[in-house]
């Protein structure tokens, strides 16, 4: 040992392999002979663990209904672009790639087509797609049947206003509330980032139907109510604390214990009016910028539908090389 640090590169670390596969070889142990490379990071490895939305499953899902509706590569890779994605199947020096990306609108970075697993590398899209050569109705939407109203032995639910309108109607273009489940009608780019997020604004959508709030008058009576009630609690914790000291010098330990709940009681309903300040705040917040990508959205529809109908009317036979940027 002579006291200097040790630095591993690269290079050491492929010889630590090396040799950990040539010992497992002359002991009859198993070697991984194809290393799959690098692997998930955590983050993501964590969303999709815990059922949570990640980058690459909704790229993932946006190929999908790509795939359902197209004929042929053309049709696939002309819906993808309208929705705002970008393909990379040449270098710089204008020689194919061997491993083609794509870049979703918003991203900061291509994403290789075969890192999203197996099913979706650029060839197995294509037989994918060749599977759907019956011509079948594009966007499919399943039928909305009606139904005979009866009267009801509960009263009619009230129709949302205000804040509580535009939380649910917000919720909906994200395809958390689905009103249609068989649609492949994709979530605006505008507004896909809040899938990420889903936690929060679930908190936020259930508070604001457990108070009955709609509006900001209502928010703002919410938030006046509790700070008085935060106010009145924390009197009476400050009012308890002092009885405890009161009931220490009796040495009563069932008083103390008894006391001792009862803050802890208000204590920590004092912490849910604090947290409900938090989600005030961020009601509001959020409500402006909701409304400011329900516009986007609202202005992205009229080019969408400008987008489709020049798809499908585009649409027939076509070969591999007649995929655009592949060409």
Known sequence: MDGIKFYRSNSDYQQMRDLSDRLCREHGLSVVRHPEGKRKNYSEWSAEQNGKPTHSGLIRADIDRAIAVSVTERDFYDLMESWGYEFKFYGKNGQPLERPSLRPKGADRFRRFD?????YSVDEICNRILENYVEKEP???????????????????????????LYYYYCYELHIIVRFPASVKKVSAAVREDLRKLDRLDEQTRFLAANGIEN???????????????????????????????????????????????????????????????ICDSVEERALRIQEQLETLYNEQPERKENSDE?????????RKDVPKRR
């Open 115 to 119: 890192r999203l697993g197996d099913d």
């Open 139 to 165: 966007f499919p939407e399943e039928e909305e049947h009606r139904y005979h109203r009866y009267r009801s032995e509960n009263p009619p639910r009230t129709k949302a206003k205000g804040i509580a309108a």
């Open 216 to 278: 900001h008058e209502d928010l703002d009576r919410y938030r006046s109510n509790a700070t008085d009630e935060l106010a009145a609690l924390t009197s009476e914790r400050d009012a308890l604390r002092n009885k405890l000291k009161r009931v220490i010098r009796t040495g009563d330990e069932a008083a103390i214990l008894e006391v001792k709940k009862q803050i802890a009681a208000v204590s920590d309903r004092m912490k849910k009016l604090k947290t409900t300040f938090k």
């Open 311 to 319: 798809l499908f009317r585009r649409r027939g036979g076509t070969s």
